[in-house]
């Protein structure tokens, strides 16, 4: 049996821990040592044997959970979605586990305790002129240039609404 197949057998058996999937992904060399299998490698392989869809990013996501907390380092009270929110910030997670022993904690909690990025935490004053900036450039250049601003402008929503497609927002082909 194969580390590939180790894998595929965690996922039969998983009983929705996470941790028996991540650490069979972890037991997988990782990039630059013999016989190393990417993670595009690793679905596709899944794929032909099971019919759970994994990703290449969840893949990847997932063996840095089991990374982060390795065996010994993991809080049972706390679910393997927590770890998994925590994965970049294992200290986040080791501190809270000690202001709050044998407590669970929710993936929402986990989430709050997750810095925010510097997108998140600006001004909305800051927001509002990058957008206002954005529409003065726009705008001139429409002036300039109707026909190929139009069709920059009908790029741009079409990638944002396959990137985006679950986003709320107004239908601007309607404007």
Known sequence: MTAL????????????????VADAIARIPPRGESGYVTNEGIARYIATKHPTEYSPSYIGRMRQTADAFPVGNRFPTVP???????????????????AHPNQPLSATEADKLRPKSAASTEKPDAWKQKVDRAL???????ENDPTWTIGVLEQAIATLEQQYPKAKRRDLRAV
């Open 5 to 20: 197949d180790d894998v595929v057998e965690a996922i039969r058996a998983a009983d929705d821990d996470g941790w028996a």
């Open 80 to 98: 393997f979605t927590a770890h998994y929110i925590l994965r970049r910030n294992p200290e986040k997670l080791v501190e809270w586990a000690k």
């Open 136 to 142: 003065g450039v726009i705008a001139n250049l429409a």
